[in-house]
Antibody, heavy 121, light 107 residues
Framework: EVQLVESGGGLVQPGRSLRLSCTAS????????MSWFRQAPGKGLEWVGF??????????EYAASVKGRFTISRDDSKSIAYLQMNSLKTEDTAVYYC????????????WGQGTLVTVSS | DIQMTQSPSSLSASVGDRVTITCRAS??????LAWFQQKPGKAPKSLIY???SLQSGVPSKFSGSGSGTDFTLTISSLQPEDFATYYC?????????FGGGTKVEIK
């Protein structure tokens, strides 16, 4: 059974950093790309970024709203994807979800349960 | 960026009704269109990818169609567990973008 478990969320002050982790199980993690999405309270879904599998270079893509502040990485030996968030702003407050991206076109198939990040002084 | 426009933004329907939600892309996305279901306080669930392919384990009452810029999600016979918010998403190009969501409520 595919499982994705996010951790690392919490309350953080504006300008500070936070690192989220997504621990995967039930599949060969290194074979898949991984994506991060977020959802601000009462709002819709927003794509944050994406990391390809090593077979496709392990490269990343980011939304304009987080580019230069957020970094996605992966540790295939531990089956963990990371979202490093720096220079956090109040508008980054959201539930953050990690997802598995399947197929050559990297479509989302499985979602984690999400972790809440609150940016507030 | 590709804009995704969903309609309606909300609808009221009865158990057993056939429901259709539409999604329009601001430019052609071939069939790189997915649909997700989200219930309050829960993570989204993947329903459909490639416009019309059902994710594993998703019941056949859900169906999708379309290509290019116009897409639909149909629920053939609405059941109590189907009351939720539905989102379309294009993954043809970055940034990946979503429609604003359609909230399906009980009439």
């Amino acid at each position: 059974e595919v499982q994705l478990v996010e951790s690392g969320g919490g309350l953080v002050q504006p300008g500070r950093s936070l690192r989220l982790s997504c621990t995967a199980s039930g599949f060969t993690f290194g074979d898949y790309a991984m994506s991060w999405f977020r959802q601000a309270p009462g709002k819709g879904l927003e794509w944050v970024g994406f990391i390809r599998s090593k077979a496709y270079g392990g490269t990343t893509e980011y939304a304009a709203s987080v580019k230069g502040r957020f970094t996605i990485s992966r540790d295939d030996s531990k089956s963990i994807a990371y979202l490093q968030m720096n220079s956090l702003k109040t508008e980054d407050t959201a539930v953050y979800y990690c997802t598995r991206a399947a197929g050559a076109e990297s479509r989302v198939d499985y979602w984690g349960q999400g972790t809440l990040v609150t940016v507030s002084s | 960026d590709i804009q995704m426009t969903q309609s309606p933004s909300s609808l009221s329907a009865s158990v057993g009704d056939r429901v259709t939600i539409t999604c329009r892309a601001s430019q052609g996305i071939s069939n790189y269109l997915a649909w997700f279901q989200q219930k309050p306080g829960k993570a989204p669930k993947s329903l459909i990818y490639a416009a019309s392919s059902l994710q594993s384990g998703v019941p056949s009452k859900f169906s999708g169609s379309g290509s290019g810029t116009d897409f639909t999600l149909t629920i053939s016979s609405l059941q109590p567990e189907d009351f939720a918010t539905y989102y379309c998403q294009q993954y043809n190009s970055y940034p990946v973008t979503f429609g604003g969501g359609t909230k399906v409520e009980i009439k």
